[in-house]
């Protein structure tokens, strides 16, 4: 009997799809990785090819602009932008990875206590981070550095992590939930297995990949909170030179028209992050999305 | 029907005064535990160099002498009567310094959200009628770019431009001095930093609402639709949108405290004098009375608009309701 006579009207025909072989680079966001990469090497390797140190205040060369001797200028103080650049960028990257590493271990615990507990318990952790959520980070920020002091670097990883972490802990709350119930999970907890045994071992792996997009997202806006705060000079003070403090100094370069000294960081700054973002969507991005019925 | 309303209303309210109070304790102590002298805002240079007595006798004056707690519980007595306190800069009551700039905030955050609503539906439902074709494509690029330059860069790019070179646009303030009442003054002051509040919010939020509509173009009814023969206007406006509204507008309710955040930097950038220069002022140099009263109101207004959204959420969109309930008693099955 041919299945010719089985075959309903009205149903789409299903396309027996060829796999496509794909080239390994292609769907990458490969130019992203590459500048990204290239940006972390420099900094991380910046001790080797830069041609002054980045704090020595040249008297005689104050805000020059870009040349032949100061590729990148120099700023209000005499210092080399070309160097700072690149020291500077070791910093604010440091800063943007160890906010997200606490950030995403507060969470990770946070969510999965809320979604593991009962259910009074999970209400009143999930009002606190409606409260949390409720008060302006950046008000936080600021009320947190001046308990803390002096603001360094990892002064500043520490609060901007301990302020980012209310939506990836949201979102693995939500998933812990709906997998708690399943067997596995169960079963290890009969077989007496602890609460970080089971969120590791059993839990983790599950969520991970729906907060990945959310933890690359959290390394930008570390990123971008930092160089804010240092910004408007609640951040790291002008001697610690990162991205962010470099534009401090772009009130005093507003009034003489020192086009490089806000330009340049921030190109930098941009180009970091806008990779950052091409990274996290490509996690996010599903593999295969269905038709538009439109 | 009636009674559970009451009940479901009356929930929310104590939840509200109940986040209210906890959030006041935490900034209450937080600050105070803080360092830095809250004399020097109100002596200025000269509270360093007052002697001990005197000292005493300020902080009394000032009711800052008591145990935390007890100037909690002062504190709380009087805001229950409507007395927030002086601010310790200022010398003058609280609420009267607040309203003073409020008007400002309002003009720019409320000017801001409107626009980025307006734009960001348009963009959205642009973007899913081309979906996957250029105008689209390059909607977004153009949109992830934008999103990712930190509005404080943007600002100082601006001023640069328009302000510096061009000499088009003022760099700072909301009016020239002499000149308060020109109503055309105070446009050309709020040009550049509206244009940053629309950008920086604008892409995320049409994506947003890209990404809805996308997901409802695949749902059945519209395959449905289209083999009667509608045509895809009708669809989308008539069928699809009308679907997405209640998540467009709790999207909406919940990105308030977003736009206020980001008019908080904006406004510091632009020395705009603004409800965000008087917070950062207040949490930097101790104005206790000032960043209290600061903090509660963009706290209620944030809890009060994640309150409307969830409303929104739970009354007006029953799928949602209906959805969440069968998720739930999937997932309670599963536990035992």
């Not at chain 1, 090497?41 to 001797?69: H, V």
């Not at chain 1, 952790?125 to 550095?145: A, G, N, Y």
């Not at chain 2, 229950?80 to 310094?97: P, Q």
């Amino acid at each position: 009997m041919s299945t010719k006579g089985f075959e309903l009207a009205g149903i789409r025909p299903v396309e027996e799809e060829k796999p496509v072989k794909r080239k390994w680079y292609e769907g990458k966001p490969l130019a992203s990785i590459l500048i990204l990469l290239a940006i972390t090497a420099g900094c991380a390797a910046c001790q080797l090819f830069i041609p002054r140190d980045p704090s020595y205040m040249d008297l005689l060369n104050y805000n020059l602009a870009p040349c032949r001797e100061f590729l990148f200028g120099t700023d209000s103080m005499g210092r080399d932008v070309f160097s700072m650049i690149w020291y500077g960028g070791r910093i604010s990257l440091f800063i943007g990875f160890a906010a997200t590493v606490i950030s995403t271990a507060i969470a990770i615990v946070f969510g999965a206590v809320s979604g593991l507990g009962p259910q009074w318990l999970d209400t009143l952790l999930m009002r606190l981070t409606e409260i949390l959520l409720s008060v302006p980070s950046l008000l936080f920020v600021i009320l947190i550095q001046a308990v803390l002091g002096e603001a360094s670097v990892l002064s500043i990883s520490f609060v901007i992590g301990v302020t980012g972490w209310t939506s990836i802990a949201k979102v693995v709350r939500t998933e812990v939930r709906q997998i708690r119930g399943s067997e596995y999970v169960v079963a290890a907890k009969c077989m007496g297995g602890g609460f970080f045994h089971i969120l590791w071992r059993h839990l983790t792996p599950n969520f991970i990949s729906s907060i990945m997009f959310m933890v690359v997202m959290n390394v930008r806006s570390a990123i971008v909170a930092e160089s804010t705060l240092s910004f408007m000079g609640i951040g790291l003070p002008l001697e610690v030179i990162s991205w962010g403090s470099m534009l401090a100094l772009s009130e005093k370069a507003l009034l003489s028209g020192s086009w490089w000294l806000i330009l340049i960081p921030g190109v930098f700054l941009v180009v970091t992050l806008i990779c950052v973002t091409s990274l996290g969507n490509y996690f996010r991005r599903s593999a295969n999305r269905s038709q538009s019925n439109l | 029907m009636k009674k559970s309303s009451v009940g479901y209303y009356g929930k929310k309210v104590l939840v509200f005064f109940f986040s209210i109070v906890i959030l006041s304790l935490v900034v209450f102590y937080v600050a105070r535990l803080a360092p830095g002298d809250p004399l020097v805002s109100y002596y200025g240079e000269r509270a360093e160099k007052m002697k001990p007595q005197e000292r005493a006798w300020a902080e009394k004056k000032l009711g800052l002498d008591a145990p935390i707690y007890v100037q909690y519980i002062r504190w709380a007595k009087n805001a229950l009567r409507g007395d927030f306190g002086i601010s310790f800069k200022y010398k003058r009551d609280v609420l009267e310094v607040i309203a003073a700039r409020a008007g400002n905030t309002l003009i720019l955050g409320g000017i801001g959200f409107v626009l980025i609503f307006g734009l960001s539906l348009l963009l959205g439902i642009l973007c899913a009628w081309y979906e996957d074709r250029l105008l689209d494509r390059v909607i977004c690029k153009v949109g992830t770019v934008t999103s990712c330059i930190p509005e404080f860069w943007l600002s100082l790019v601006l001023i640069l431009i328009f302000a510096v070179y061009l000499h088009v646009l003022p760099s700072s303030g909301a009016y020239t001095i002499g000149k308060e009442e020109d109503l055309g003054d105070r446009i050309r002051h709020l040009i550049l930093p509206m244009t940053i509040v629309v950008l920086n919010h604008l892409w995320y939020y049409a994506y947003m609402i890209r990404n809805k509509i996308l997901e409802e173009v695949r749902a059945d009814y519209v395959l449905l639709a289209r083999a009667k023969g509608l045509n895809r206007r009708r669809i989308l406006f008539g069928q699809c949108l009308r679907n997405v509204m209640p998540a467009y507008l709790s999207i909406m309710a919940i990105s308030v405290p977003h736009v206020l955040g980001g008019t908080y930097i904006i406004e510091t950038v632009f020395s705009y004098p603004g409800i965000g220069t008087l917070s950062y002022e207040s949490a930097r140099y101790q104005d206790y009375n000032l960043l209290m009263v600061l903090c509660i109101l963009s706290g209620a207004a944030v809890i009060l608009c994640n309150m409307i959204a969830q409303t929104i959420n739970e009354r007006i969109d029953p799928r949602i309701r209906a959805k969440e309930i069968m998720e739930e008693s999937r997932v309670e099955y599963k536990g035992i």
